[in-house]
Protein backbone atom coordinates (compact mmCIF):
# COMPACT_ATOMS: atom_id res chain seq x y z
CA UNK A 1 0.00 0.00 0.00
CA UNK A 2 1.12 3.76 -0.57
CA UNK A 3 0.74 5.17 2.72
CA UNK A 4 1.07 8.65 2.00
CA UNK A 5 -1.55 8.32 -0.89
CA UNK A 6 -3.86 6.55 1.51
CA UNK A 7 -3.29 9.40 4.29
CA UNK A 8 -3.92 12.31 1.54
CA UNK A 9 -7.35 11.10 0.34
CA UNK A 10 -8.79 10.09 3.65
CA UNK A 11 -7.09 12.31 5.83
CA UNK A 12 -7.74 10.64 8.95
CA UNK A 13 -5.98 7.77 10.87
CA UNK A 14 -7.94 6.27 13.89
CA UNK A 15 -5.99 5.17 16.99
CA UNK A 16 -7.41 2.24 18.43
CA UNK A 17 -5.48 1.42 21.86
CA UNK A 18 -7.54 -0.80 24.58
CA UNK A 19 -7.68 -3.10 27.37
CA UNK A 20 -10.59 -5.38 25.67
CA UNK A 21 -9.69 -7.21 22.79
CA UNK A 22 -13.08 -7.94 21.97
CA UNK A 23 -14.27 -4.37 22.53
CA UNK A 24 -11.10 -3.58 20.48
CA UNK A 25 -11.75 -5.71 17.85
CA UNK A 26 -15.67 -4.56 17.29
CA UNK A 27 -14.13 -0.87 17.33
CA UNK A 28 -11.79 -1.53 14.71
CA UNK A 29 -14.44 -3.20 12.42
CA UNK A 30 -17.05 -0.66 13.22
CA UNK A 31 -14.80 2.10 12.39
CA UNK A 32 -14.30 0.31 9.04
CA UNK A 33 -18.11 0.08 8.41
CA UNK A 34 -18.16 3.86 9.31
CA UNK A 35 -16.33 4.61 6.52
CA UNK A 36 -12.81 5.55 8.20
CA UNK A 37 -10.48 3.57 5.72
CA UNK A 38 -6.94 3.91 7.97
CA UNK A 39 -6.76 2.46 11.33
CA UNK A 40 -3.97 1.75 13.77
CA UNK A 41 -4.04 -1.16 16.52
CA UNK A 42 -1.43 -0.44 19.19
CA UNK A 43 0.90 -2.34 20.63
CA UNK A 44 -0.25 -1.60 24.04
CA UNK A 45 -3.54 -3.11 23.27
CA UNK A 46 -4.11 -6.44 25.11
CA UNK A 47 -3.83 -9.02 22.57
CA UNK A 48 -2.98 -6.44 19.67
CA UNK A 49 -1.29 -8.90 17.42
CA UNK A 50 -4.98 -11.14 17.70
CA UNK A 51 -6.59 -8.13 16.86
CA UNK A 52 -4.90 -7.30 13.75
CA UNK A 53 -4.94 -11.05 12.67
CA UNK A 54 -8.72 -11.00 13.23
CA UNK A 55 -9.35 -7.93 11.86
CA UNK A 56 -7.06 -8.40 8.82
CA UNK A 57 -9.58 -11.84 8.03
CA UNK A 58 -12.58 -9.69 8.34
CA UNK A 59 -11.33 -6.94 6.40
CA UNK A 60 -9.85 -8.26 3.52
CA UNK A 61 -6.40 -7.59 2.13
CA UNK A 62 -6.66 -4.33 0.55
CA UNK A 63 -8.02 -2.43 4.14
CA UNK A 64 -5.40 -0.14 5.05
CA UNK A 65 -4.71 -1.52 8.84
CA UNK A 66 -1.64 -1.26 10.83
CA UNK A 67 0.39 -1.78 13.74
CA UNK A 68 1.13 1.09 16.70
CA UNK A 69 4.10 1.48 18.84
CA UNK A 70 5.72 -0.76 17.16
CA UNK A 71 9.36 -0.47 18.98
CA UNK A 72 11.45 -3.58 18.34
CA UNK A 73 12.72 -5.79 15.88
CA UNK A 74 10.36 -8.70 16.83
CA UNK A 75 7.51 -6.33 17.32
CA UNK A 76 7.72 -5.77 13.20
CA UNK A 77 7.67 -8.75 12.72
CA UNK A 78 5.17 -9.88 14.68
CA UNK A 79 2.89 -7.39 13.39
CA UNK A 80 3.84 -7.71 9.75
CA UNK A 81 2.85 -11.61 10.39
CA UNK A 82 -0.69 -10.84 11.94
CA UNK A 83 -1.05 -9.09 8.92
CA UNK A 84 -0.44 -5.18 9.63
CA UNK A 85 0.02 -3.10 6.18
CA UNK A 86 1.87 -0.20 7.93
CA UNK A 87 4.09 0.50 11.18
CA UNK A 88 3.84 3.15 13.47
CA UNK A 89 6.64 4.23 16.14
CA UNK A 90 6.46 6.78 19.14
CA UNK A 91 9.78 7.36 18.05
CA UNK A 92 12.91 6.08 16.49
CA UNK A 93 13.46 2.48 17.28
CA UNK A 94 14.12 -0.51 15.77
CA UNK A 95 11.36 -1.36 14.27
CA UNK A 96 12.03 1.63 11.75
CA UNK A 97 14.89 -0.13 10.25
CA UNK A 98 13.37 -3.75 10.41
CA UNK A 99 10.08 -2.36 8.38
CA UNK A 100 12.37 -1.79 5.86
CA UNK A 101 13.70 -4.94 5.52
CA UNK A 102 9.94 -6.43 5.99
CA UNK A 103 8.51 -3.64 2.82
CA UNK A 104 6.41 -2.11 4.84
CA UNK A 105 5.53 1.85 5.09
CA UNK A 106 6.09 3.55 8.60
CA UNK A 107 4.25 6.09 10.59
CA UNK A 108 7.54 7.28 12.68
CA UNK A 109 7.40 8.80 15.24
CA UNK A 110 11.20 10.10 15.36
CA UNK A 111 13.63 9.37 12.69
CA UNK A 112 17.69 10.64 12.24
CA UNK A 113 18.71 10.97 8.98
CA UNK A 114 20.78 7.86 9.22
CA UNK A 115 18.31 5.56 9.87
CA UNK A 116 16.05 6.93 7.04
CA UNK A 117 18.70 6.48 4.83
CA UNK A 118 18.33 2.40 5.17
CA UNK A 119 14.59 2.89 4.45
CA UNK A 120 13.63 2.93 0.87
CA UNK A 121 10.32 3.50 2.17
CA UNK A 122 7.38 6.70 2.15
CA UNK A 123 8.35 7.68 5.82
CA UNK A 124 6.26 9.86 8.11
CA UNK A 125 8.91 10.95 10.17
CA UNK A 126 8.22 12.74 13.76
CA UNK A 127 9.31 16.24 14.40
CA UNK A 128 8.36 19.23 16.67
CA UNK A 129 10.65 21.82 16.04
CA UNK A 130 11.93 23.64 12.74
CA UNK A 131 15.38 22.26 13.06
CA UNK A 132 13.85 18.30 13.31
CA UNK A 133 11.56 19.21 10.42
CA UNK A 134 14.51 19.86 8.29
CA UNK A 135 15.94 16.88 9.42
CA UNK A 136 13.46 14.96 8.36
CA UNK A 137 13.20 16.82 4.76
CA UNK A 138 17.26 16.14 4.51
CA UNK A 139 16.68 12.25 5.89
CA UNK A 140 13.91 11.83 2.49
CA UNK A 141 10.70 11.43 4.51
CA UNK A 142 7.59 11.61 2.33
CA UNK A 143 6.05 13.17 5.05
CA UNK A 144 6.59 14.57 8.76
CA UNK A 145 4.68 13.81 11.75
CA UNK A 146 3.49 16.37 13.97
CA UNK A 147 4.39 14.84 17.50
CA UNK A 148 2.99 15.81 19.60
CA UNK A 149 0.63 18.17 18.13
CA UNK A 150 -0.87 19.32 21.27
CA UNK A 151 1.91 21.34 22.42
CA UNK A 152 1.32 24.18 19.80
CA UNK A 153 -1.91 23.86 17.75
CA UNK A 154 -3.14 24.68 14.29
CA UNK A 155 -1.99 27.87 15.15
CA UNK A 156 1.96 26.49 15.09
CA UNK A 157 1.28 24.09 12.62
CA UNK A 158 0.75 27.54 10.81
CA UNK A 159 3.48 28.81 11.65
CA UNK A 160 5.85 26.30 10.54
CA UNK A 161 4.41 26.29 7.02
CA UNK A 162 5.56 29.83 7.01
CA UNK A 163 9.16 28.41 6.37
CA UNK A 164 7.91 24.94 5.03
CA UNK A 165 5.18 25.26 2.54
CA UNK A 166 6.25 21.96 0.64
CA UNK A 167 6.51 19.80 3.85
CA UNK A 168 3.59 17.69 3.82
CA UNK A 169 2.67 17.61 7.74
CA UNK A 170 -0.06 14.91 10.12
CA UNK A 171 -0.48 16.52 13.44
CA UNK A 172 -0.62 13.70 15.76
CA UNK A 173 -1.55 13.64 19.57
CA UNK A 174 -4.35 15.66 20.95
CA UNK A 175 -6.47 16.14 18.11
CA UNK A 176 -10.14 16.47 18.96
CA UNK A 177 -13.03 16.96 16.55
CA UNK A 178 -13.02 20.85 17.10
CA UNK A 179 -9.24 21.25 16.21
CA UNK A 180 -9.12 18.86 13.06
CA UNK A 181 -10.07 21.65 10.61
CA UNK A 182 -7.87 24.32 11.92
CA UNK A 183 -4.72 21.64 11.29
CA UNK A 184 -6.66 20.69 7.85
CA UNK A 185 -6.92 24.35 7.12
CA UNK A 186 -3.21 25.36 7.94
CA UNK A 187 -1.84 22.46 5.47
CA UNK A 188 -2.06 19.19 7.20
CA UNK A 189 -2.00 16.35 4.97
CA UNK A 190 -3.83 14.51 7.52
CA UNK A 191 -4.36 13.95 11.37
CA UNK A 192 -4.05 10.97 13.57
CA UNK A 193 -6.59 10.66 16.24
CA UNK A 194 -7.41 8.08 19.22
CA UNK A 195 -9.48 8.74 22.37
CA UNK A 196 -11.33 11.78 21.14
CA UNK A 197 -12.79 9.58 18.50
CA UNK A 198 -12.78 5.91 19.88
CA UNK A 199 -13.74 7.38 23.41
CA UNK A 200 -14.97 4.09 25.36
CA UNK A 201 -15.95 2.17 22.61
CA UNK A 202 -12.54 0.30 23.56
CA UNK A 203 -13.44 -0.37 27.19
CA UNK A 204 -16.59 -2.16 26.02
CA UNK A 205 -18.79 0.79 25.51
CA UNK A 206 -21.43 2.14 23.15
CA UNK A 207 -20.57 1.25 19.44
CA UNK A 208 -23.64 3.25 18.00
CA UNK A 209 -21.95 6.43 19.89
CA UNK A 210 -18.14 5.29 18.19
CA UNK A 211 -20.54 5.50 14.42
CA UNK A 212 -21.64 8.84 15.83
CA UNK A 213 -18.36 10.22 16.44
CA UNK A 214 -16.99 8.67 13.50
CA UNK A 215 -19.39 10.51 10.76
CA UNK A 216 -18.63 13.59 12.60
CA UNK A 217 -14.75 13.51 12.32
CA UNK A 218 -15.63 12.38 8.38
CA UNK A 219 -17.59 14.85 7.94
CA UNK A 220 -15.11 17.81 9.21
CA UNK A 221 -12.09 15.98 6.98
CA UNK A 222 -14.26 15.86 4.01
CA UNK A 223 -15.73 19.53 4.52
Known amino acids: ?????????????AIVRGPDPAAALASVLTLAESGVALVEVS?????????????????GPDFALGAG???TVEDARAA???????????A?????????????????????PTEAGRLGLPVLAGALTPTEVVQAASAGATAV???PASLGGPGYLGALRDPFPDTAF????????DSVR??????AVAVGVGSPLLGDAVRGGDLAALRERAATFLAVVRS
Open 92 to 112: LAPSVTEAGRLGLPVLAGALT
Open 1 to 13: MNLIDELRTHRLL
Open 69 to 71: TVL
Open 43 to 59: LTSADALGIIRSARVAL
Open 170 to 177: VPVGGVDA
Open 145 to 147: KLF
Open 80 to 90: ADAGAGFLVTP
Open 182 to 187: GYLDRG
